[in-house]
């Protein structure tokens, strides 16, 4: 064909963009949120900082519904950015089957759960949408390596959002995104350089899984839900290169917040993050 013909082609039948469907703006009285963490620190800060944190509106994460202290701070926002909800592997499906049963059955006030855009064929929508107190929002936006002002424009629209290797950053994204004039972070340890090793029979990589409800528990890297459930544990490089992308998104978010003009804090008792303004709840 000559080269007019697709030209023409082009002009006529433009290709199609995707659509996009950002995640929806939320009203909110409250102009601070809490973002609660896992880490073994949120234990102390609980200890001297309930009343603070119970005054904002809260967003938990992944399991932490399977804690007591989901019915005590009654979290207005939830969020799932794990994917290995959605991979079904035999080894977490139990786990997983009981966390969404409890959201169902525990969430007895009007709570906004978030989730990735892929999740929208994940076999629990619907089940979590049997409590009508759960709204179930999904995320718009994919990582895209943008910069300066066209980056922190395309955040502020979602058609990004930050490459979400925590569920944690996901949620300062969000509620910087809610427009929240200030965001407090708690429970955000980020201890991993002193929670895993190596073993030197097997030549595998162990982490100490700490969380503020459960003991260390010793186990090795998870599973790559790439690989479907076979035996292929993350390799060192991986995991630190994992970790080197956490805390790239920490500063991220940290400009982020700047560009918008809003107050983004560091309230845990321990953490390693050194790129976030540290200030205690008051």
């Not at 963009?17 to 601070?32: F, G, I, S, T």
Request: contains cysteine; charged residues 25%.
């Amino acid at each position: 064909m000559p080269p007019i013909y697709y030209k023409v082609k082009k002009r006529l039948f433009p290709k199609k963009q995707p659509m996009h469907y950002p995640l929806p703006k939320v009203e909110h009285e409250k102009k601070r949120m809490v973002v609660i963490g896992n880490g073994p620190s949120l234990n102390k800060t609980l200890e001297l900082y309930l009343p603070q944190i119970i005054e904002s509106d809260i967003v938990m994460v992944n399991y932490s519904v399977r804690t007591p202290l989901f019915a005590q701070l009654k979290p207005a926002y939830y969020a799932i950015m794990d994917p290995s909800f959605a991979f079904d592997n035999p080894d977490d499906i139990d786990v997983i089957r009981g966390c969404v049963h409890d959201l169902v059955e525990r969430t007895q006030w009007p709570m906004k759960l978030v989730l990735p855009r892929d999740f929208r064929t994940w076999w629990a929508v619907e089940e979590l949408k049997k409590n009508s107190n759960i709204t179930v929002l999904f995320d718009g936006g994919e990582w895209k390596p943008l910069n300066g002002e066209e980056l922190y424009k395309a955040l502020d629209e979602n058609r990004v959002c930050p490459p979400t290797y925590t569920t944690l950053t996901y949620c300062v994204y969000m509620s910087l995104y809610w427009g929240y004039e200030e965001t407090y972070l708690v429970g955000a340890d980020m201890s991993f350089f002193k929670d895993m090793y190596v073993g030197q029979e097997d030549n595998v990589l162990y982490t100490i899984d700490t969380h503020f409800y459960n003991n260390n528990d010793v186990q090795p890297e998870p599973t790559d839900p790439e690989f479907k459930g076979r035996c292929m544990h993350r390799t060192m490089e991986q995991k630190l290169h994992e970790l080197y992308m956490d805390f790239y998104e920490y500063n991220l978010l940290n400009r982020y917040a700047k560009w918008k003009r809003v107050k983004l804090y560091n309230a845990s008792e321990f953490s390693m993050i050194d790129c976030l303004e540290r200030k205690k709840l008051s």
